[in-house]
């Protein structure tokens, strides 16, 4: 920058196209930067003349401060917090499960058939899944079952 305005500043004041030193998350060592944002005097962003790359504003001094402290384990989120709440399942899968629960009340486990793809089950059979759990079949046709389980319906690859 030339002209009145490159006169009017403090040489040592940073200012947004001036060039400072910082750290290159990239290039990975402190290199020239050109200042492309700030906020009030703190310099938040930075361009490297080296490797074109835009970041935050890094001094050697604080990448070297992160670096020597150790790593914090972050506490578990609290039960209060909002992304800690449990998220309710869709409707559908809650009426799904409610509907699995009432079958399985009146099936006997023992009987259920360890699902494989060659399997051919039948309408109303129950079926133990080494993933999804226990099973009821819905419907078959097409090289396909419509099985309901706890988590709801899957379709899975039947007689092959």
Do not use: N
């Amino acid at each position: 920058m030339t002209g009145i305005h490159r006169l009017a500043r403090d040489a040592t004041q940073p200012a947004v196209g001036r060039d400072v030193e910082a750290w290159c998350s990239k290039c990975g060592r402190v290199l020239e930067h050109i200042i492309v944002a700030m906020v009030g005097l703190e310099v938040v962003q930075v361009r490297c003349r080296t490797c074109s790359g835009t970041h935050k504003y890094k001094t050697a001094r604080e990448v070297a401060k992160a670096a020597s402290e150790p790593k914090r384990e972050r506490a578990p989120k609290s039960a209060t917090s909002r992304s800690a709440a449990p998220k309710e399942d869709p409707i559908e899968v809650r009426a799904a499960r409610l509907v699995w629960q009432r079958s399985m009340a009146q099936l006997d486990r023992a009987k259920a058939a360890p699902y494989a793809p060659a399997l051919q089950p039948e309408s109303g059979q129950l079926l133990d899944h080494k993933t999804f759990g226990y099973g009821i079949v819905e419907t078959v046709g097409d090289g396909k079952a419509r099985v309901l389980f706890e988590t709801g319906y899957k379709l899975l690859a039947i007689g092959r």
